[in-house]
Structure formats: C-alpha cells, structure tokens
C-alpha cells in the first residue's frame, strides 16, 4: 500500500520517507489504516523499535517520516549465509529474539494517554520484519497491520492478515488475538535462525496454513545434532499450538532467551559480537551505505543507490520432509477438518485463505525405526463435484461467470469437474471487480469489494471555480 524513499531532514539527518501509493490515496480504508500505523508507531518509544518521527500531507500525499537505519534485516541476513553456506552462531540466533522480544514487550503493554491498556498485538512479526544495524542493534519494523485498542479500522471477523508462514495457528484460523500470537511468530524467526532452514515453506499458500494449523512441528535437534536441547525447549515453548502453552509475555520468552545464552557463552558483548557478523557478511553494503550517506548529509548529488534487498535470488532451504513425519493415530477415529477460503481483492488480486483447521498433535517424537519401502498409494480417486461459494461486502453484487449471469451474492456454483472461470462482480457505488480463478476444491470466497471513487463536482455553470486553497496540513509531528 505505499512506497519508500530516502529522504533528508534540512539538518542532513537521512530518513525514510514511506508514502502511500497515489491509487489509494482516495480510499478511505486505506488512508485509515496508514493513519493508525502512524499513531500507533508514535506511541512506541523504545530502543528495540523502529522510530516514527512523523505524518504528514501535502495534497493527496500522505506520508510517514522515520528513523533510517544503516543494516540489512533479517531475512537478507539467512539469504547472506545460506549463499556462504555459514550458520549462524546459536547464542546470537537467540540474541537477535531476545531484543525483539524487548521491544515487542514494550509495545505489548502501551496505554494511552488515560491508562486504558491498548491491548497492541503487531500481527506481522517475520524475518522481513526484523532489522538487525551494521552496529549491533535489533529493531523491530512495520505496524502497519497491527491490532489495538482506538484503531480507525478493524479486521473483519475471519480475515486474516500477516505472512502466512510467520502467523500463530489462531491467527490462520481468523480467530481473536492477543500478545501471544507474536510469540509464536517470534518461535518460527528463532527456529529459522538458530537452524538455518524455513519451518512452514511450502509449494503454496493452503499448504503452508495446513503446516501451521495441523502438522507436527519438527525438532531442531532431528536437523541439527548439537543444537543445544535448552535452547530447543525456548523454541518449541514459543511454537506451542495452544497458546495457553506458551510463554506469558514477550519479557518472560526474553528472560528465557537471555538464560540460554548465559549457558552457552561466558562474558562475550553479544551485541558486538552482532556487529562483527554484520562486518562480515555485508562488507561491501556498508561501504556502499556509508558513501551514500555521505552525500545524503552533504546534500551533493547521488549517483546510485545500493539495491534495497539482498540475495533475492538466494533459496534458504526448508526442513526436510523426513523430520516432520505424522505419527500413526492411536485409534481409527480420524479428526476431520473443514477448509474455509477467503478470497481478499483489492485492486484486482486474489489472496486465498484458510480458516479452520482440527487441532493438531503437539511436537513429533523422536524418530522410529526406517520402514520397510513401500509402494507408492495410489492417486486419491477424482472428486464427485466441486461447490464454490461467492459472497461479498456488502452483498447483493451481481455475479458474471465467464460472461453469463448468474444471480447476486451470496451465490453457489456447481462443477462437475476442476476448471477455471472467469468471476465478475458489480454492485452500485463499488468498484467492478474481474478475476480469474481456479477451481480444483470446494471453496467459500468472501470478497471485500472496494468502494467506487468519487469524480470532482463539475463547475456550475456562468460561475467561475474559485481558486483552490492549498490544503492544510492537518499532521503534526510527533516529536
């Protein structure tokens, strides 16, 4: 929803200007969760937290000015190794957590100005998200789709937003949050920088919410022998399905995490030791960075900018398919599951999500016996028929499949076979919306359609249009 610049503060200070894209800048519903980004940033004063210094408007741009930070984060840091074919010292993989979980815990426990808790939970915590300096230090990034108390806009029941790989088991399932769903994000960064391998990688999006919601999670140790057993009990505690299973807080998971790292070093600056890895992974990026701010602060011309991502072609492995084999059930009854799919369009695009998963079986136990080869099973036989639901918001959007007519939503369509159709909405006052599908399950789609913009009212007639007066900026900074 927005765009990033490098930008300088009349003293030479380098900051990072974020705007949102011109396109939705006219939607109300966009314009109103960048606002609650920007209050919700100025709140969050902490060391450990990216900083907010402003929002503010001129014309139809809105924009948000915060602290530029010199680093990589850390998901460039995993493609960085992995192209090296390095790990990760474990004592800092736990480090790097445990300064999150500071100033995640900060923002866990905010109340505005009256003393009512805000009850802030970030939704988006991932790799991408945390930024690690060339210095040393952690800082957490984007609340852009984080819940709190006085927000402007709400998620509706059963949407799920945030990176579907990162996200709690109850956040798949659209459920209610609260600060613990950040600690299970939290367990998977910890998992994937203490081992160097994704956790919920899969082939795509249902797979993975299935991963999350309902397979057993591996041991770090099935992958890595002399991963260290206490750190690996900090990390399965954060990837606790039930979340009544997992630490309290974010200081208690640091607490945890500081304790581990006691046992494993004896008087090490893990901080320093931060910034010597940075120094010698990104060498090159930071002699890059430090001529570019040089002219930033000269305000001389700058020719080139370093590329805003690292590695982007590296692939960090996942974890391999044998450390996360399903036990056999105890008895014949089988759990069934239903899969619910979200259909979010905006702009055209089509995010598809699950909603409903059984509970699954807690962590897999240690490794049986290899079994005898089998014969590969069969192929499942093919589906009697496929019923897609389409359901909208509002409702009432007239339903086009390929060209034809077929009612309003809430409508259902039956398939004799997988196919793909073309979907066309319309409804008075919203946007029309056109996508493509494929259909190869049973599926329910709710889409949010988006509210039509308003032309400019037209000059009455024999009158001239008054001049307009630049708009006012209603923004004031936060510091």
Request: aromatic share 6%; glycine share 6%; proline share 8%.
């Amino acid at each position: 929803m927005a765009e990033i610049f490098l930008g300088r503060e009349t003293d030479g200070r380098p900051v990072v200007i974020k705007r949102i894209l011109p396109h939705l800048a006219r939607q109300q519903n966009f314009v109103a969760m960048f606002v609650d980004e920007a209050r919700i940033g100025s709140l969050v004063h902490h060391p450990n937290v990216v900083e907010v210094f402003e929002l503010g408007q001129v014309g139809t741009d809105l924009f948000l000015v915060m602290e530029y930070l010199a680093g990589e984060n850390a998901s460039g840091m995993m493609r960085r190794l992995t192209a090296r074919q390095e790990r990760l010292p474990m004592a800092l993989a736990a480090y790097i957590v445990a300064e999150a979980c500071a100033g995640l815990h900060h923002a866990h426990e905010l109340h505005d100005g009256a003393g009512n808790a805000l009850h802030l939970v970030h939704r988006d915590i991932s790799l991408s998200n945390l930024f690690i300096t060339y210095t040393g230090e952690v800082k957490v990034l984007d609340f852009g789709i984080a819940t709190a108390a006085h927000r402007l806009t709400r998620t509706a029941t059963g949407q799920v937003k945030g990176k579907f790989s990162y996200m709690s088991p109850e956040q798949c399932r659209g459920e209610a949050l609260d600060a613990r769903s950040d600690l299970f994000s939290l367990g998977v960064v910890l998992y994937e920088l203490s081992t160097g391998r994704r956790l919920f990688k899969k082939a795509n999006e249902l797979m993975v919410l299935k991963a999350v919601t309902e397979q057993p999670i591996p041991r770090p140790t099935r992958e890595l022998p002399d991963y260290p057993p206490e750190l690996e009990a900090v990390c399965l505690k954060a990837l606790s399905r039930d979340r009544d299973d997992r630490y309290s807080s974010a200081l208690e998971m640091r607490d945890a995490l500081l304790a581990v790292i006691a046992k494993l070093v004896v008087t090490e600056d893990q901080g320093a030791a931060l910034s010597a890895t940075m120094s010698h992974l990104f060498a090159e990026r930071i002699d890059e960075k430090r001529r570019m701010l040089s002219h930033i602060r000269a305000n001389t011309k700058l020719e080139s900018m370093p590329a805003g991502d690292v590695d982007e072609n590296v692939e960090v492995p996942q974890m391999t398919e044998h450390s996360a084999t399903v036990p056999p059930p105890a008895a014949k009854r089988r759990w069934p599951y239903a899969l619910a799919a979200v259909a979010l369009l905006a702009g055209g695009a089509v995010a598809v999500y699950a909603l409903g998963f059984a509970k699954p079986a807690a962590v897999a136990p240690a490794p049986a016996p290899a079994p005898v080869a089998a014969q590969p099973a069969p192929p499942p036989p093919a589906p009697a028929g496929i019923t897609l639901t389409i359901d909208s918001v509002p409702s009432g959007a007239k339903v086009a499949l390929d060209g034809e007519a077929r009612g309003t939503t809430p409508f259902e369509l039956h398939l004799d076979t997988a196919r793909n159709v073309t979907l066309d909405l319309a409804l008075a006052g919203y946007a029309p919306l056109h996508q493509e599908l494929a259909i190869a399950k049973d599926q329910s789609l709710l889409i949010p359609l988006v509210a039509a913009a308003k032309p400019d009212m037209p000059a009455r007639p024999g009158k001239k249009s008054a001049k307009k007066k630049p708009d006012a900026n209603p923004f004031q900074r936060f510091d």
